[in-house]
């Protein structure tokens, strides 16, 4: 394998430089390391491979980077109705004053009774999902159902 050759002094270029960057990627050998980098220098050009599929498992892991709450979605609660309101993350929505909304504030199960004996007590319970870092992605509309009667005792 021969030499990168000198650049030529009739060049339009900055020749000493040039011819420096030369001399010094002719000392470079063909090398390997780990399966990762990989150089390849031939008679006109030096090459560098890296291997991303042996580099990124050997990457440290890094978690995920933190979110703000500033401004969170209100899921409102209270009384003997489900609640309607839901929150996903991919449409998180605008407040009254159009300002957008950043996570989400909810209560995940409630009890009511309206403290009439013979009426039931309700329950209401929200589904969360969260991504496989535990990143909230959906809250959904509340659901009713009776927990249990009251009767006379």
């Not at 030369?22 to 560098?48: C, E, F, H, M």
């Not at 491979?49 to 890094?62: A, F, R, W």
Request: aromatic share 6%; hydrophobic share 30%; charged share 15%.
């Amino acid at each position: 394998m021969g030499d990168i050759q000198p650049i030529r002094h009739d060049a339009k270029i900055p020749v000493s430089d040039l011819n420096e960057i030369v001399k010094a990627s002719n000392q470079v050998k063909n090398l390997t390391t780990d399966g990762i980098i990989q150089v390849q220098r031939t008679s006109n050009a030096i090459g560098l491979s890296i291997n991303l599929g042996v580099l990124i498992p050997k990457l440290p892991k890094t978690t995920a980077p933190t979110g703000t709450s500033t401004n969170p979605k209100a899921l409102a609660s209270s009384g003997a109705t489900a609640n309607t309101d839901s929150y996903d993350i991919t449409a998180p929505g605008v407040d009254g004053s159009s300002n957008p909304y950043y996570g989400c504030s909810y209560v995940p199960f409630r009890l009511y009774w309206d403290g009439t004996i013979g009426h039931d007590v309700y329950q209401f319970t929200r589904t969360v999902t969260v991504d496989s870092l535990g990143n909230l992605v959906t809250v959904s509309v509340e659901t009713r159902s009776t927990a249990f009667g009251t009767g006379n005792c």
